[in-house]
């Protein structure tokens, strides 16, 4: 059973920059595709970014985060992190770290069988 748990969240102002880290267990985690969405109250999960296990593997990212956020991640210490630049109150959710089994890159929230428990983002204007 893969376990993730999310750090590093917490209040920012606007335009500032935040990493959130997510730590893996149980589970063969370089074989995993990582990646992280976000939610609000009531409102729909949303895409924010994965990468695959391959080296050298292409990140993928929403639409709203794109040239913002980066996703890297640590195959020897289980690992994954985002990155977040020029943060805007929009940003502002919980994030979650997500994994599934696969050498693609999911988008879709039904595409990952694992989930952490969420660290609060705000971002303040």
């Known amino acids: 059973q893969v376990q993730l748990v999310e750090s590093g969240g917490g209040l920012v102002q606007a335009g500032g920059s935040l990493t959130l880290s997510c730590a893996a267990s149980g589970g063969s985690f370089s074989t995993y595709a990582m990646g992280w969405f976000r939610q609000n109250p009531g409102k729909d999960r949303e895409f924010v970014a994965a990468v695959s296990w391959p080296v050298g593997s292409t990140p993928s990212y929403g639409a709203s985060v794109l040239g913002r956020f980066t996703i890297t991640r640590d195959n020897a210490m289980h690992m994954v992190y985002l990155h977040m630049h020029s943060l805007k109150p929009e940003d502002t959710a919980v994030y979650y770290c997500?994994?599934?089994?696969?050498?693609?890159?999911?988008?879709?929230?039904?595409?990952?069988?694992?989930w952490g428990q969420g660290t609060q983002v705000t971002v303040s204007s």
């Open positions: 997500v994994a599934t089994r696969t050498g693609r890159v999911p988008r879709l929230s039904s595409e990952y069988a694992y």
